[in-house]
């Protein structure tokens, strides 16, 4: 049987395992690849390189900030006071954290940093809605998925780069118009998909008398506010930026640090970089590849736009989008065109779509901050992790699946 099918099979199978038997997918990860790994020759420091210390490093740096910040309960009066702007009206939460969402995604730093903030914020404002949390992330991480498309994010530039030695230059409004529009049904979605609606009327709580905020807290807040200009304006990494301002906070006595690093989910951080370690090995032995082939090899005029964006989004689900997916099939959209006789205009909007979306799955960065986020609630168990892990996933492949229907359709093909 050829390697990159079996390797398929095997990541389908540590999925499907962990699911039913509750244990850490990331675990088993681990275990598949060193076991594969070894059966077809990979060295143990090539199957180690795997592990995406990248990765790591902004999951971390980013949970022990959003830490912090629930922690000594900044983040929760935040949403708090947000909320009693409103006459503590619930409903305003899901439009509040799409914006935020969008907002700081579109002033430059791009989607990491907006992922975490919205994924942080939303464990207390649903707590003080009523609202699953879950929910509000997901919404908000789709607002930042639309505003990532603005001119000057980090997505945009590679992007660009990508395509204009290829003579493809006119897309990027329409990209950001498509992804604006699709974010806004796709949020509704979410929170019909949710059952947001059965949240009614004002959110109890928010009308009391709120306290002022803290010193520590304010410190917090002005430290989320350093990394928001320092990943906007100076393109620092996130999950460095974080853990220097977390330090800070933790320096100056803002949060106790004990308390802080229990709220971390380490299987969490695990979970994520196992898997991740696992794909290193089906991508380098052709699985990806294989699905994308046996995709692109059914494509027509009609189906291209949509096949294309699907191949984008299945790479997208186990790997980030701006460093693995855009890099990759962003340079074969000049050829695919040609031999198709497509727009690559299309093409390009297409992919830049499905894998943003496919980013709320648990294996990539989005999904992967909302499992961080959630487990930093107490009552997070081992057991809801994983059914946390599956529902991403379904998630994922629902608004995946909506994307693509809709280019089967020729929306995306309008501009």
């Not at 990765?55 to 971390?60: G, I, N, R």
């Not at 935040?78 to 914006?99: D, E, N, Q, R, T």
């Not at 059952?195 to 520590?216: A, C, I, N, T, W």
Request: aromatic letters at 8%.
């Amino acid at each position: 049987m050829d390697l990159a099918l079996i390797s398929l099979l095997v990541l389908i199978a540590v999925i499907l395992i962990g699911f039913f038997r509750k244990i850490n997918v990331g675990l088993l990860a681990v275990l598949a690849v060193t076991i594969f790994g070894s059966l077809i020759g990979e060295s143990d420091s090539t199957i180690i390189s795997g592990f995406s210390s990248s990765t790591f490093v902004m999951l971390l740096g980013v949970s022990f900030l959003c830490a912090v910040g629930i922690t000594n309960g900044s983040l929760e009066l935040l949403s708090k006071k947000f909320l009693h702007l409103s006459g503590g009206h619930a409903i305003v939460a899901p439009i509040l954290i799409y914006i935020i969402g969008y907002g700081i995604a579109a002033i430059g730093p791009g989607c990491v940093p907006a992922l975490g903030i919205v994924s942080a914020l939303s464990l207390p404002l649903g707590k003080s809605t009523g609202y699953d949390s879950v929910m509000l992330a997901v919404i908000g991480e789709i607002g930042s998925f639309a505003g990532r498309f603005s001119p000057i994010t980090p997505e945009s530039v590679l992007i660009r780069s990508l395509a204009e030695p290829q003579g493809i230059t006119g897309y990027q409004g329409a990209v950001l118009i498509y992804a604006t529009v699709t974010t806004l049904v796709l949020a509704v979605v979410a929170f019909f998909f949710f059952k947001g609606y059965k949240v009614h009327g004002k959110s109890g709580g928010v009308q009391e008398q709120l306290p002022p905020f803290s010193r520590d807290q304010i410190c917090t807040l002005l430290a989320f506010l350093v990394v928001i200009i320092a990943c906007a304006f100076f393109q620092r990494n996130v999950g460095l930026i974080s853990f220097a301002a977390g330090i800070v906070l933790i320096a100056i006595r803002a949060a106790d640090e004990k308390k802080v690093f229990s709220a971390i989910s380490w299987s969490t951080l695990l979970m994520v970089t196992g898997v991740g370690m696992l794909m290193e090995v089906v991508i380098s032995v052709g699985g990806v590849d294989l699905m994308s082939t046996g995709l692109a090899s059914i494509m027509t005029p009609r189906t291209a736009v949509a096949i294309q964006g699907l191949s984008a989004g299945i790479m997208s689900w186990f790997s980030s989008a701006i460093g693995v997916v855009w890099p990759t099939l962003v340079p074969t959209v000049g050829d695919i065109a040609a031999t198709v006789g497509v727009s690559p205009n299309g093409l390009i909007s297409i992919m830049c779509l499905t894998a943003a979306f496919a980013g709320l799955s648990p294996a990539s960065t989005g999904g992967g901050l909302i499992l961080a986020a959630n487990a930093t609630d107490p009552e997070f168990t081992k057991e809801k992790e994983n059914k946390l892990f599956i529902r991403l996933f379904i998630v994922s492949a629902l608004m995946l699946a909506i994307i693509v229907v809709a280019a089967l359709l020729g929306l995306y093909s309008i501009l």
